[in-house]
């Protein structure tokens, strides 16, 4: 019996040793699995890796190849033969019969275009964009200014003359030709500043929906021979481009001042500039639908050659405002501005006499900022006088109120 027990007992041991063992060997599968699962993971990352360092690596490689490529050499078309080859003047300085890549359609190869040249068989392998001054580029471009004839007071006559000359020959062009006549080519606005020729100009080009090209005549004075000349020609052709489209020069007297003959080489570059000005307002090549409107302050010092018409055909003066005109532009400027009781136009209109348009809204402006300061939220009539008398002067301000208090009062 006692060996009986003996063999029971080495049993029991020895599956509890199986047990254990077969313990260990589940843990150290499950670890197994898992270490697996890691190795799995990071091949997947190494994997993206490579294939990332690939990319990479081709994209390295034709930058590479890119940059050991030969440079193109810049030229201008100049005339195409009957053989399909083409004659360009390189930027380096001799003409050139060269041949055409197939890839390049020859529609584009018009005199004057500008190609880029293979730099060892010269052979034009691309056509490069039309050449732009970068200031002509940074110019005061609006597509479609937000001025609207109602935005301008007291200017009824001068706005219905430049919707004859300006906005009726791009909306209706088969008026002129019913009747026969050639539509006006451009506008000369002249009078005091302030009194709201750019207004105008902006006016009628947001009624033609017309690009709207702003110069300053002071713009167009270059240091270097020629480079005035040219910048007249690019803001012409950009205005071409953009067809319909409303060149506004304004300082017009800048360079288009009276050609004297006793002149420094300064003076003569700036005639340059303005014969350039005077063959492209009324040159061989047709302007289309563009249009010309010149502002000036100093029409008495203007060039006789630019006042002829067909280049300006009609001149108008924008005076300052009368007291209507006044009227009109306060109730513009005062639109959305919080007003009190005691606010009176009519006053304001009569002691302002011969203020422009542009003083008139400096005053609107300061009587705000009065209140501002005092913490109000509407502005009173002592705000707008105290604006004019800061804006036009105090001991005319007097005057023209004493005179006004007579008129109204007796």
Do not use: W
């Amino acid at each position: 019996m006692a060996d009986i027990a003996e063999v029971s007992q080495d049993r029991g041991e020895f599956s509890e040793y199986l047990l254990n063992r077969l313990r260990q060997l589940e843990t150290l599968i499950s670890q197994m699995k898992d270490e697996n699962r890691r190795l799995e993971t990071e091949k997947r990352y190494i994997e993206s890796e490579r294939i990332r360092l690939e990319r990479e690596l081709r994209k390295f490689r034709s930058e590479l190849e890119r940059l050991k490529s030969l440079p193109l050499v810049v030229a201008t078309v100049i005339d195409s033969l009957n053989d399909d080859r083409i004659i360009v003047k390189s930027s380096t300085g001799p003409n050139f019969v060269v041949t055409v890549s197939q890839f390049i359609d020859r529609k584009d190869l018009v005199p004057g275009a500008r190609v880029a040249l293979n730099q060892q068989s010269f052979a034009i392998v691309g056509v490069l964009p039309t050449e732009k001054d970068p200031m002509v580029l940074g110019m005061e471009i609006d597509e479609r200014p937000k001025i609207t004839y109602e935005d301008i007071g007291g200017l009824e006559e001068q706005i219905n003359e430049i919707r004859e000359t300006i906005e009726l020959p791009l909306k209706r062009p088969d008026l002129f030709e019913k009747v026969g006549i050639e539509p006006p080519k451009g506008v000369l606005l002249y009078g005091p500043p302030g009194t709201g020729k750019t207004l105008l100009g902006k006016g009628v080009a947001h009624e033609t929906e017309a690009t709207f090209i702003k110069i300053i005549g002071s713009e167009l004075v270059q240091k270097y021979i020629g480079e005035g000349a040219r910048l007249v020609r690019e803001v012409f052709q950009l205005a071409r481009e953009k067809a319909p489209s409303i060149i506004f020069i304004d300082e017009l007297d800048a360079i288009a001042a009276k050609r004297l003959e006793t002149a420094t080489s300064g003076d003569r570059e700036v005639q340059r500039t303005l014969m350039q000005l005077l063959a492209e307002m009324d040159g061989f090549d047709p302007r289309g639908e563009v249009k010309i409107i010149g502002a000036t302050n100093r029409s008495d010092i203007l060039d006789p050659a630019i006042l002829r018409p067909g280049r300006f055909d009609r001149f108008i003066e924008v005076p300052l405002p009368n007291f209507r005109g006044r009227v009109e532009i306060f109730k513009i400027h005062t639109k959305k501005i919080n007003l009190s009781e005691d606010f009176s136009i009519e006053k304001l209109a009569s002691i302002t006499d011969g203020a422009s348009g542009a003083d008139i809204k400096a005053i609107c402006t300061e009587a705000g900022m009065f209140a501002i300061r005092e913490e109000r939220e509407k502005v009173t009539m002592a705000d707008f006088d105290q604006a004019v008398i800061k804006v036009l002067g105090s001991t005319k301000f007097g005057e023209r109120k004493r005179e006004a208090a007579g008129v109204m009062f007796g």
